[in-house]
């Protein structure tokens, strides 16, 4: 990947290189970072003394879902599943579910880990799914949120951080499957002509 050597936001700690395509970050490393850490604070009080099933939606949770984890000073297991609603900008609003959990969710502690929560039809899709299979508790942490753009209603437990109506990549985020491994959150430069 083509990387110029300039530093992302105002940050000293900040040590990624732009990348290219990325006309603005709106969420640098060390915020991130900082945010997972209360998230984690927050998360492993609530579920004090239970075990948690995290349950990352792929592909998009993968970065939040690791640093997140680490944050966690709790028994917990990790499963995944893979939904599809999305191609290029656009959700298609039909959501299909690509791979299943491996393990039963009955009686379990969920915590469903998204990476962004839009229309919301997704998660409404999958929270109805999941309820049908009888968890002993089923909540979202998802990382970043846009409130403004709602069509079905979705509450989260945990956001890490509400965002304005705009398409952002990095952290996980991808347009086309491009950009997920940038360590901040940025928004792309529109397409040349
Ligand atoms: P929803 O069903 O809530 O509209 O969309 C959820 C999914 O759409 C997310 O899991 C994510 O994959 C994708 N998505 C929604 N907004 C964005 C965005 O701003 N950037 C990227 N990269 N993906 C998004």
Redo the contacts with the bound molecule.
């Keep these: 990947m083509r990387r110029v050597s300039r530093p992302v936001g105002d940050n000293k700690n900040q040590t990624a290189a732009l990348h290219p395509d990325i006309a603005r970050v709106l969420l640098t490393e060390e915020q991130i970072r900082e945010r997972i850490r209360e998230l984690g604070h927050a998360i492993t009080r609530d579920y004090a003394g239970r075990r948690l099933t995290l349950v990352g939606?792929l592909k998009?949770?993968v970065m939040f879902l690791s640093d997140l984890m680490r944050e966690l000073d709790l028994d917990c297991t990790v499963d995944f599943m893979c939904?599809s609603?999305?191609s290029g900008?656009e959700?298609t609003g039909v959501?299909r579910v690509m791979l299943d959990l491996r393990e039963s969710a009955e009686g379990r502690d969920i915590l469903v880990i998204?990476?962004?929560?839009?229309?919301?039809?997704?998660?409404s899709y999958l929270m109805q799914n999941l309820k049908t299979r009888n968890p002993r508790s089923l909540e979202i942490c998802a990382f970043?949120d846009?409130p403004d753009?709602r069509?079905v209603q979705?509450r989260a437990k945990y956001v890490g951080f509400p965002i304005p109506n705009?398409?952002?990549?990095g952290y996980g985020?991808?347009?086309n499957e491009q950009y997920r491994n940038l360590p901040y959150v940025g928004i792309l430069k529109p397409p040349r002509a």
């Design positions: 939606i998009g949770s939904l609603s999305y900008k959700s959501v998204e990476d962004i929560i839009d229309t919301g039809l997704t998660l970043l846009k753009c069509k979705v705009e398409f952002v990549v985020l991808d347009y």
